[in-house]
């Protein structure tokens, strides 16, 4: 900010609280009334105090080609497995028989990052070579350090739509996760391969506090499914890049009777 902007919006504060001074003293209302002769203007202007450090890239934006974790679990054993996704915190190892990978990394690498540098994810793709897999629910776990757990269920049945003509594969837009080191997702895996397909749509990154930059970082880019129906209809606008955005105020000048010792509150014309 400029320096004559600070000092001139310091004076401006100094004259609206003292502006009845005189042996008599207004109102708060009153304060909000001003005496002009001639004709004056109205100005819109943002509330320095608030916006100071304000900037177009207050938050950071993900690279479209690292939003995308792909995790292949595959049972070779005849019955049910549980399997446990992240849970970094926990750490648990799969059971026998079952394998977790994560194409990109590795699922040890995921749960690291995942502890230093929480994700959201917004969009699966569930893939399975058993159908039957769907039936299956899926339970989004929490636990924290001193015991309390917390479980959400969710149903991959309930994402299935006519669009969706593979019914081995299932896409859940509308799926969302936050992830950090006492969070899992936990279901039972049938003998087969499972494959998840994960959008992150933000992500926490603490290295951006070295260079002074906002630590939230938000994926822009929408998802594709490949079904021109839907994806006319994918214009995600992300609620943190809405915070950022500050608000426009309008300061009103209205009239106002001369105090008492003849004091009045003096302004640029307009024109």
């Not at 292949?72 to 992240?86: A, G, P, R, S, Y």
């Not at 015991?147 to 859940?172: E, Y």
């Not at 837009?173 to 950090?180: L, S």
């Not at 609620?239 to 426009?248: D, E, I, N, T, Y």
């Amino acid at each position: 900010m400029d320096y004559e902007d600070e000092l001139e919006r310091y004076e401006r504060d100094g004259e609206d609280r003292f502006d009845n001074f005189g042996g008599q003293r207004g109102t708060h209302e009153e304060d909000d009334f001003y005496y002009e002769d001639d004709e004056y203007e109205m100005e819109e202007e943002y509330e320095d105090d608030e916006f100071d450090s304000y900037s177009g890239d207050a938050i950071g934006r993900l690279d479209p080609n690292d939003t995308t974790y792909t995790f292949v679990i595959t049972n070779t054993k005849d019955e049910d497995q549980e399997v446990v996704l992240f849970g970094a915190n926990e750490n648990l190892t799969p059971p026998e028989g079952v394998t977790v990978e994560v194409a990109e990394s590795s699922h040890n690498e995921v749960r690291e990052e995942s502890k230093a540098n929480p994700f959201t994810i917004v969009g699966m793709k569930m893939s399975v070579s058993n159908a039957q897999q769907f039936d299956n629910v899926l339970f989004l776990f929490e636990k924290t350090s001193t015991g309390r757990t917390t479980t959400n269920v969710r149903q991959p049945r309930t994402w299935q739509s006519p669009q969706n003509f593979d019914q081995k594969s299932i896409h859940a837009i509308n799926f969302t996760m936050n992830v950090t080191g006492k969070t899992s997702l936990r279901f039972k895996a049938k003998k087969g391969t499972t494959v998840f397909t994960f959008s992150i749509q933000s992500r926490t990154n603490l290295g951006n506090v070295l260079i002074g930059k906002n630590v939230a970082e938000v994926n822009t880019a929408p998802q594709v499914t490949g079904l021109p129906q839907m994806d006319n209809r994918l214009k995600p606008v992300s609620k943190l890049r809405q915070l950022a955005q500050p608000v426009r105020r309008v300061r009103k000048l209205r009239l106002k009777r001369p105090t008492q010792g003849g004091l009045r509150k003096k302004f640029r014309r307009a024109g």
